[in-house]
């Protein structure tokens, strides 16, 4: 990649974790994600639209559960499609094909981001979830946007990679834990108080044992483990 470069994907699938019917319940809100049916104001008045998360995960949250009271998010619509050689240009925008079954070309337009209310982003709405190589390249293209600096993807995958495993750790307690959204809320509240709890090194918490690839595999087993010594399931 020559300094100038911005990234594209291997193929259209790559981008994305989960979309439409495959998306769970259970998945913390992470950078990438669409929702639609968010409502905005702008010079044409009130309207609705699709909205897709610029911020790193970090950024989204007060406490590491609670959503910040107003998140920034690109507006996502229609638009013509872009050739895979052709990534390397049009940073204004985060090209997302194939993001639903509706046979259209969509992209999040960066020009045309709204701070919207975090409780207007209701879970039954979202629409895709972005793998970590998704959330990678959206993260330079946003960041090359805004500033012209081109930098790797593997920098992003290292300043996201923890983030995105306690993501995942997290669904996986609450699939296991939870039956309902309000459980959601409980459960994810609960693996985080988890996740922070002291390691048995007595030093690091399983969070901070997450910064270092090395150990990742074993809060994994460790998060496993503890989910099977639980109760009855969060209702």
């Known amino acids: 990649m020559s ?59 007060t406490d590491g559960v609670s959503l910040a009271s107003r998140l920034l998010v690109a507006e996502v619509r229609t638009h013509h499609k872009i050739s895979s050689r052709h990534w390397n240009g049009n940073y204004k925008i985060m ?10 070309y ?31 390249l959206l993260l330079q293209r946003w960041v090359h946007h805004n500033s012209r600096a081109t930098i790797s993807t593997s920098v992003y995958h290292e300043a996201t990679a923890a983030q995105f495993e306690e993501a995942d750790l997290v669904e996986e307690w609450c699939s296991d834990r939870a039956n309902s959204e ?9 693996a985080h108080e988890w996740l922070r709890s002291i390691s048995p090194d007595g030093k690091n918490s399983w969070q901070m044992l997450l910064d270092d690839a090395q150990s990742r595999s074993l809060v994994r087993k460790a998060l496993r483990n503890h989910l099977r010594g639980l109760g009855e399931k969060s209702n």
Request: negative net charge.
């Open 106 to 136: 969509y992209a999040a337009f960066f020009q045309e981001p709204y701070l919207v209310p975090s409780d207007s982003l209701a879970i039954d709405k979202r629409v895709m979830t972005m793998s970590q190589y998704g959330v990678n």
């Open 182 to 190: 309000d459980a959601v809320l409980i459960e994810s509240k609960a």
């Open 95 to 104: 090209p997302l094909p194939e993001m639903t079954e509706d046979g259209e």
């Open 3 to 61: 300094s100038q470069d911005l990234e594209g994907p291997l193929t259209s699938a790559s981008l994305y974790l989960a979309r439409g019917g495959e998306i769970q319940l259970a998945r913390p809100v992470f950078t990438g994600d669409v929702f639609e049916d968010i409502v905005v104001t702008d010079e044409t008045g009130e309207r609705k639209i699709k909205a897709l998360i610029l911020q790193h995960p970090c950024a989204l949250r």
